[in-house]
Nanobody, 120 residues
Framework: QVQLVESGGGLVQAGGSLRLSCAASGRTFGMYAMGWFRQAPGKEREYVTRWSGGNTYYADSVKGRFTISRDNAKTTLYLQMNSLKPEDTAVYYC???????????????WGQGTQVTVSS
């Protein structure tokens, strides 16, 4: 089992920045990929970015604005979000899985989510 706990969400004005954290515990050594997804009201869960096999990948909508990273102990995943836009408003979820994938169904473990609201 893997436990994931997100933090760092909040309210920010357009153009501002936030950094999300995801604290991982449990059997994390088996997780090949960790990523961030988001879900806005009335919309499907959307892929944002992932870390897999030492590489990072981004959705086109966040490329150049968001940066995924993790600490050396591999216990905390971060999402630095810059130049935020109102359309970035969503609940952001941290996820862990065994495959290098941008599909939510490939991820086995999920955090509870943290709300990010960007005002115009």
């Amino acid at each position: 089992q893997v436990q994931l706990v997100e933090s760092g969400g909040g309210l920010v004005q357009a153009g501002g920045s936030l950094r999300l954290s995801c604290a991982a515990s449990g059997r994390t050594f088996g997780m090949y990929a960790m990523g961030w997804f988001r879900q806005a009201p009335g919309k499907e869960r959307e892929y944002v970015t992932r870390w897999s096999g030492g590489n990072t990948y981004y959705a086109d909508s966040v490329k150049g604005r968001f940066t995924i990273s993790r600490d050396n102990a591999k216990t905390t995943l971060y999402l630095q979000m810059n130049s935020l836009k109102p359309e970035d408003t969503a609940v952001y979820y941290c996820a862990a899985g065994n495959y290098n994938s941008d599909s939510a169904v490939s991820y086995l473990y999920w955090g509870q989510g943290t709300q990010v609201t960007v005002s115009s």
